[in-house]
């Protein structure tokens, strides 16, 4: 089986590396550090699309194919005469021993009837353990949406469809998941989790900020924090700690759900970023250690939950530990991988997520506590600068005393920019805003303002010194004062 991971690569357009499935306990060698490097890579760079690579599937019953229609009615049928008959959290090896054990009852002699003392094995002594009682089995519910069919509600469509999806639309392997979840989350107490104090200060290590092109929320996760050998001893140190860890982590996709809009047309996942930028090598066995065991459990008990996995900032070591966590992830789960080197973040981002929502740290315009740019306001425009070519974005000021307020970015940088105002009246002088500069790779957008005193245009001048064509972005607002 082969494995697709859309791959950005330094100075390289988007590129497809193709890596064999490793097996479970493979040790990473050197032919599979060589493997990682085997892309195949196209001539002409490729401009960055403006619409999203990847669209959710529908949740309309409408839209959906006879086969899948057909395997979402068989589930929740499955599903209600499993709950009105109170065997929803019984396995089936339970309801089988129960059988043979019926079907025994017949047959034994008195004399086996006869040891009421019998003490039972271990094997049944722990059986309850894994059929948690819930109260009110017909109210079940999970992510706010009732499971009962018969209930009628608007999400539950959605949320089997999710648990048949993870299992390519197999009946019986999508009720097994479904119930096992169940059994988690009532073992595990997630109904609770939210009014949990975990203890542990990682807002810096995960935060969701903004929306996507298809309005999922944007998760990002920040694992460049646990260079700190403090913060990382206090996360992973011990094994009680590394659970800690994965409590908080549950807790915090817990937060990012309630997000969520479990209906037909509503957006019912969560786009991941994953910033590896100085993040702790694969030498740092704990983070390596509790990294699998989440990967495992968000799979197995969260389905569907992601619209995108997306990896940022990727070192190479990335790529030796792929080839060990893919045999734990399903197909479907791969198929969702984006990892982006770091001279190719910010257009990788800008494919699923608009300009003005990423982050001003990864290129973008979204600024913290940006009274600026609120809303809607100051649409974001594109150029495209041609090879050893100049443009300019010219911005009208017709009345005086306005405050013309400008972010701008190139995507890749590498070129000279500068900032004028010119006057209308022919016989004023320009006023230089920004001297001409050259700007790097690692520049941030451009923010700066102006404010006129004549009537005249704020000229934006790039210079794109490469032999390659390089994508501008640009927004603006013009704010009368006061007095005007």
Known sequence: MTVEVIVEETQKPEVV???????????????????????EVSSEP???????????????????????WKALSELKSKLEEAILGNTLLKSEGKKDKEKEKSSNEMSETEEKDEKPDEKPTKEEESEPQNEPKIEGIEDISIWGVPLLPSK???????????????REFKVNEAFEMLKRTIIWRAHSKIETILEEDLGVDLANAAYMKGTDRENHPVCYNIFGVFRNDELYQKT?????????????RFQFMEKGIRNLDFRPGGFTSILQ????????????????????????????????????????????????????????????????????????????LLKYIPMEEIPTQYGGFKRENDFEFAAAVGEVS?????????????????????????????????????????????????????KEKKMDTTQEPVRNSFSNNEPGRVVLTIVNHTKKKKQAFYRYKIQKTACM
């Open 17 to 39: 590396a193709s890596e064999q499935e490793a097996k479970m306990g493979t040790e990473v060698d050197e032919k599979t550090m060589e493997n990682a490097q085997n892309v």
């Open 46 to 68: 490729k401009l960055v699309e403006k619409s999203s690579s990847y669209r959710e599937e529908s949740n309309y019953l409408s839209d959906l194919k006879e086969n899948e």
């Open 152 to 166: 009628s509600s608007e999400g539950t469509d959605v949320v089997l469809l999710k648990f048949l999806r993870a």
């Open 236 to 248: 992973f140190g011990t094994e009680e700690k590394r659970e800690q860890f994965l409590r908080w």
């Open 273 to 348: 970023i994953y910033d590896l930028k100085n993040c702790p090598g694969p030498s740092k066995k704990e983070i390596r250690s509790a990294t699998y065991k989440a990967i495992g459990i968000l799979q197995d008990n969260y389905p569907e939950m992601v619209a995108r996995n997306v990896f940022i900032n990727v070192p190479f070591w990335y790529y030796a530990f792929y080839s060990i966590i893919s045999p734990f992830l399903t197909q479907r789960s791969k198929s969702k991988f984006v990892v982006a080197r770091p001279a190719k973040v910010t257009e990788t």
């Open 382 to 434: 594109e150029i495209v600068l041609k090879p050893g070519s100049a443009e300019t974005i010219e911005i009208a000021a017709p009345e005086v005393g306005a405050a013309i307020i400008w972010d701008m970015a190139v995507l890749g940088w590498e070129v000279s920019y500068k900032e004028e105002f010119i006057p209308t009246d022919e016989g004023s002088y320009a006023i230089i805003i920004q």
